[in-house]
């Protein structure tokens, strides 16, 4: 059955997010997805003169890929698949939430085996830098669940947060905040069971304002790769490889995590040793989605979190490149509003943000109270 927010989300993908134009090769790749969404999608690149490439993919049958991979057999895919994305001008990425721990009995090596296999060479290294891209849940009931929402609640909740969020408006008011924070240097942020200090001179600032994920608001840059030290003890559960971990807490000398906790110590360590570089950090970044307030255990929509930051282990982008390399980037989150225990970050002596809400004139505008007025 046709619905209208379908078509408004598919042009905010095509037109906003990816631009796409004439004669311009779109991948859109999805696991799990409605054919009514797709089909939108589909007919708004080609409204926009752009020849759409389609792929459908299940969760399900990744798992049953994954369980009997192989470096020799994921070889085949990298070539397939590195070599259709070197051809694209743009990526658009959908994954429908069918089953939350669908991977969550694959052996943790096969899952760092993709990543180095095919994730790392196809997304990391090619889709990132050179397409224009974007990626974005579907809401099913899966998410709702998660949510704690009826399914009719949480598709109101996920299209007033995704395709209704003013995001030029927050574009404009992000450039202030990215400005100083490319020109800033010395990072102090503190809270419950967090103390950890880094600098991010000279690294650079990026505003996410659509143009890269749906739901978007969040402002990243990136630590000094060595400079990192403290403690940080995140307050969001997070799902990796299909396993949900709480009570997350790493702890850093000269930028390496040294010691690593959670509810499963032991599985949380196997992530970190994928390779030297999931040990590091590849991104600092404050959530400002003025829609989003509360964590679902779903990264595309937890790390926007007005008044939270995420702190990634892993491959750090180009455009904030502090030249660590790995097949994980995890965007971990720890949300510092009042609800959530508070904290406070600072800057070069600056105080930033308190208990989650900005108060430093550069950020103010990101504010729920200025985005969503």
Known sequence: MHDARHDKLANLLVNYSCEVQPGEKVLIECY??????????????????????????????????????????LASIQDSELHRMKNMDAFIGVRGVTNAKELSDVPSDKNALWGTEVFQPVHANERV??????????????????????TEAFEEY???????????????????????????????????????KFSIKDIGAVKCDGQRNIPDGEVYSCPVR?????????????????????????TFENGKIVKATANDTKRINEILDTDEGARYIGEFALGCNPAIDFAMDEILFDEKIGGSFHFTPGNAYDDTDNGNRSAVHWDLVLIQTPEYGGGEIRMDGDLIRKDGSFVHPAFVGLNPDKLMG
Not at 43 to 68: D, F, S
Not at 229 to 246: D, L, V, W
């Open 129 to 150: 830098p050179n397409t224009k891209w974007v990626v974005l849940r579907y809401p099913t009931p899966a998410m709702a669940m998660m949510a704690d929402m009826s």
């Open 158 to 196: 996920y299209f007033n947060v995704t395709a209704n969020v003013d995001y030029k408006k927050m574009s404009k008011a992000m450039d202030p905040a990215a400005e100083y924070l490319r020109n800033a240097d010395q990072v102090h942020i503190t809270g419950p069971g967090t103390d950890i």
């Open 32 to 73: 799990d997805t409605p054919i009514e969404f797709i089909d939108a999608i589909v007919k708004a690149v080609y409204a926009a003169g752009g020849y759409p490439l389609l792929e459908l993919k299940y969760n399900r049958l990744l798992r049953t890929m994954l369980k009997g991979a192989s470096k020799e057999s």
């Open 226 to 250: 060595d400079s990192v030290n403290g403690t940080i003890r995140y307050n969001t559960p997070s799902s990796y490889h299909g396993f949900t971990f709480k009570d997350i807490e790493l």
